[in-house]
């Protein structure tokens, strides 16, 4: 019944930015803080982002902060990362996350940065 769909990924050069969208569903969206997470070839899935349920707090993990974004429209059940200046070292796969939920979990979206 969670469903979490991630896009918005691709492949950009370092110092690029991307936008990505989770859209979700079958849960009550606006009550739920949501997570960001990434991982990458022989790395455990990592922490990048998060965001209360309103919007109102935001973290980031150190690697990211200054560069990455987490924001939400709970009028769209949507939580959004925009990534600027990335890097090689951001690639991954990028998952979304309901933090109640965390047993469940999309497809993720795969971010490339490479020359």
């Known amino acids: 019944q969670v469903q979490l769909v991630e896009s918005g990924g691709g492949k950009v050069q370092p110092g690029g930015s991307l936008r990505l969208s989770c859209a979700a569903s079958?849960?009550?969206?606006?009550?739920?803080?949501m997570r960001w997470y990434r991982q990458a070839p022989g790395k455990e899935r990592e922490l990048v982002a998060a965001?209360?349920?309103?919007?109102?707090?935001?973290n980031y993990a150190d690697s990211v902060k200054g560069r990455f974004t987490i924001s939400r429209d709970n009028a769209k059940n949507t939580v959004y990362l925009q990534m600027n200046s990335l890097k090689p070292e951001d690639t991954a796969v990028y998952y979304c996350?309901?933090?109640?939920?965390?047993?469940?979990w999309g497809q993720g979206t795969q971010v490339t940065v490479s020359s």
């Open positions: 965001i209360t349920s309103a919007g109102s707090n935001t």
């Open positions: 079958g849960f009550t969206f606006g009550s739920t803080a």
């Open positions: 996350n309901a933090r109640r939920y965390f047993e469940f």
